[in-house]
């Protein structure tokens, strides 16, 4: 964002309601006003370099940008939308980095053996670098997507061909999309574990599993994202746990503006990237899907003070699984 000129922020309650900009409302100032002050005064001065390269994988969850100028460098490091990822970059020159996040807090984080671990969260955080000092990122390889062949299935009724869920794809479900069809599926609950819903993946044959990444959708009006749920394969006749992921929600609060009755809170995750500790032989996954938004908020709130926004479908649009090469 330049600070030159006025421009228009669409991230509105209501529409622009307020322009030329809307980063301030009767209900106080919307972070993006803070977010976007911050990415201002990190790269002032400093001209973009590179994107960095973070390999297959890594440039599908990850996005590191270089801006270089006349008293070192900035790296930003955010992901697309997902959990916060550890990254380890290797660092010469220096004792420590310098790191601010979104809003401006600065932190210094520690070297040790030429190396630091930093963190990529859904809100960038930038790495500040001393003229001489730099970082190098490994690339991120998880091989080949072993649920491209996979069947599915899925415990309610459901919209579109499953194989939208593994033709590397990532569909959008709105009006103005250019990616084609997306897949959906029934889902009635209406708070955590009301009416649990399962996504299975049949593997063509057994394989050591050691990352999924599942791609949902994005809240919003009449589209759902996913908040909570359990990755579970099939051991033996029975089914295990082999992760739980919930999303920390704050209650939604009942207000009264000149826009809303309601104000939600939830982070914008629309995908998840689980790495497991130690790879588990299976020839069956499930997703037990235990609650998602409510078209945009993430709670039944904004229907009890009112109206259904929901359309009450899970959206999802790619399960991807990936392991070790098979043994020859």
Sequence with gaps: MSGEHNLLDFAVSAGPNAAPSY?????????????????????????????????????????????????????????FGCNDIPVE???????????????????????????????????????????????????????????????FTYSAASEGDFKLLRDGVFPIRHLDSHTGPAWRGEYDGKTFDDKPQTLEADLPAPR??????????????????????????AQGTGWATLEKVRSPCPPSDAVSTGTGKTVGWFRDTNYYVIQLKHPVTTDKLRLVVRRITR?????????????????EHLDVRALEVYGPPAEE
């Excluded at 980063?23 to 001209?47: E, N, Y």
């Design 89 to 151: 970059v290797g660092v010469a020159g220096g004792q420590g980095l310098e790191l601010v996040d979104c809003f401006g807090n600065r932190e210094k984080v520690a070297v040790r053996g030429g190396k630091a671990m930093l963190i990529a969260s859904d809100m960038p955080r930038y790495v500040r670098l001393t003229p001489g000092q730099s970082v190098t990122f490994s690339k991120i390889d998880f091989g080949a997507n072993l649920a491209k062949d996979a069947k």
């Design 295 to 311: 078209g945009c908020f993430p709670d039944m709130t904004v229907e009890d003070q009112a109206w259904q926004i929901s359309d």
């Design 208 to 233: 050591a599993i050691e990352q999924v990444i599942l791609y949902g959708g994005y809240a919003d009006n009449a589209h759902s994202a996913i908040l909570d749920f359990d990755l579970e394969a």
């Design 23 to 79: 980063l301030f409302a009767v209900a106080g100032p919307h972070p993006a006003a803070l977010a976007c002050r911050t990415r201002r005064a990190m790269i002032a001065g400093r001209t973009f370099a590179q994107r960095i390269d973070l390999g297959p994988t890594g440039n599908k969850i990850l996005l590191a940008l270089r801006y270089d100028g006349p008293d070192g460098s900035t790296i930003t490091l955010r992901n």
